[in-house]
């Protein structure tokens, strides 16, 4: 009984080492796959958020780490400089908007030297479908809502959903969401309107 046991587990040793030996090998072959995926996916939003008449670098690649603007995270979030002619022309943050419906949601926000805005996406969310959703460029146009526009002392209090008196469309049945991204938004226009210098002096050091 006692070898028996032995036996089977000494079996089960090579099982599992040989398991483990085939996902650390996969893991190694499809590494630079995976890498190169993300990188062309990443470049993808980029592109849309920042259009490619604005940049002569890759994008992805002028990446720095900024503090936190959101509550979700004290971690460095990172932004993607645009150049052209080595000169910065526009600029991609990303950052969170904590309060949404069902948790945050992670947004990426494209910006002009003056601080207007290129073009916004949405990266990662939980709205509930149907509702919330229409957040997503696949659902509805709104998100286009927030192209070409700045924040200024005038139009401060248009940063809003109608429903609280600003100049966003709210979803029917699904006010929170819309409010929560209005909010992110503004709030990453502002801190780089207000620290435009110190943020181009930021290292390029997202690899780092």
Same mark, same amino acid.
């Given at each position: 009984?006692?070898? +028996?046991? *032995?036996?089977?587990? =000494? ?5 599992? $080492?040989? !398991? @483990?030996?085939?996902? #650390? ?78 948790? +945050?949601? *992670?947004?990426?926000? =494209? ?5 207007? $805005?290129? !073009? @916004?996406?949405?990266? #990662? ?84």
């Amino acid at each position: 009984m006692l070898n +028996a046991m *032995k036996k089977n587990g =000494g079996i089960l040793a090579i099982f599992a $080492i040989a !398991s @483990t030996s085939l996902v #650390a090998i996969t893991n190694w072959v499809t590494h630079d796959t995976i890498v190169e995926q993300q990188q062309q996916e990443l470049q993808k939003t980029l592109n849309q958020v920042i259009p490619q008449s604005m940049h002569d670098n890759q994008l992805f690649a002028s990446c720095m780490l900024l503090p936190s603007q959101s509550t979700v995270t004290t971690e460095p979030l990172p932004a993607y400089l645009a150049t052209k002619a080595g000169q910065p022309t526009a600029i991609a943050i990303e950052t969170y908007a904590p309060d949404g419906y069902n948790g +945050a949601i *992670k947004i990426i926000v =494209g910006l002009d030297m003056q601080g207007v $805005i290129t !073009s @916004t996406r949405v990266l #990662a969310h939980n709205e509930t479908p149907g509702l919330g959703d229409k957040i997503e460029t696949r659902k509805t146009d709104w998100i286009f809502g927030f192209d070409r526009k700045t924040v200024t002392q005038s139009n401060d209090s248009d940063w809003a959903v109608r429903k609280d008196g600003g100049q966003f469309d709210q979803f029917t049945g699904a006010t929170i969401t819309p409010r929560a991204v209005v909010k992110a938004v503004k709030k990453t226009v502002v801190y780089f309107k207000e620290n435009k210098q110190s943020i181009l002096n930021q290292p390029l050091n997202c690899e780092g």
